[in-house]
């Protein structure tokens, strides 16, 4: 049985989405994944279908219930062997590493949040991970799992050609990229630069790491600490973020 979703949303409509089209959409199309959704709605509670309420101790909006969120997560089979993820800005930042250990597995489930977020005790009870894209609120988790689900197809067996499947290693050491260039040479005047051009390749090389560095410690310096420790303390060498 192929590597399968189970999303938790009130908006199954929503999916695949844009992961109908392009790699992930091919993908699903050669049945390499499966993307099965299940309606929150479905589980609600009374003739309205209720799936949340007022938060207790007050304050504003309103929290989905854990008897119907718990409900919508024991009719998913398949979660022997799928870790359960429930995405929030409350959630630790999710990494490369998640990734390949959700593809590594026999699939993943996740739970979509609307209004305030999920009840607490649900999360504990069923070991639901609680995971964050970045430092921003969204209207739900289902653009949050669109995200999650991008990167983990992209990795499963058979999805990328082998020109493509060393795409995780592009980033050396914890580095971020250097900036890439094409033809023309030269374009609205701006040319490329010329150690490209020159077809000295030790001297690409040395200056490709050298605007990596640079980028890094411009734009993360989170990433340029981490590589700098890493490279210090020589023997950690796995485990890097991307
Ligand atoms: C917002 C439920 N880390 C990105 C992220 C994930 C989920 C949500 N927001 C941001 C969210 C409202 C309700 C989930």
Request: aromatic share 6%; net charge negative.
């Amino acid at each position: 049985m192929s590597w399968t979703a189970a999303i938790l949303t009130l908006f199954p409509e929503m999916f695949p989405g844009p992961l109908g089209q392009s790699l992930a959409g091919r993908a699903l199309d050669a049945d390499l994944w499966r993307c099965e959704t299940h309606d929150l709605r479905s589980f609600g509670l009374g003739r309205h279908k209720t799936v949340d309420d007022t938060p207790c101790g007050g304050g504003a909006g309103m929290v989905m219930r854990p008897d119907v969120v718990d409900a919508a997560l024991a009719s998913v089979s398949r979660n022997d062997g799928a870790s359960c993820v429930y995405l929030t800005p409350r959630g630790r930042p999710l990494t490369q590493a998640d990734i390949r250990r959700y593809t590594a597995g026999s699939g993943v489930t996740l739970l979509c949040g609307r209004y305030e977020g999920v009840d607490e005790r649900v999360l504990e009870a069923r070991s639901v991970e609680q995971v964050s894209i970045g430092d921003y609120v969204l209207s739900g988790g289902e653009t949050a799992a669109l995200v999650l689900l991008d990167a983990c197809v992209r990795l499963l067996p058979g999805v990328m050609g082998s020109a493509e499947s060393g795409v995780e290693e592009s980033f050396s050491d914890g580095l971020l990229e250097y900036p890439h260039y094409t033809r023309p040479a030269e374009w609205n005047g701006r040319a490329v630069p010329d150690v490209l051009l020159s077809g000295n390749h030790a001297a690409i090389a040395r200056w490709r790491r050298e605007q990596s560095e640079r980028v890094t410690r411009e734009r993360r310096p989170d990433l340029w600490a981490a590589h700098l420790s890493n490279t210090t303390h020589s023997s950690v060498q796995e485990g890097h973020p991307i």
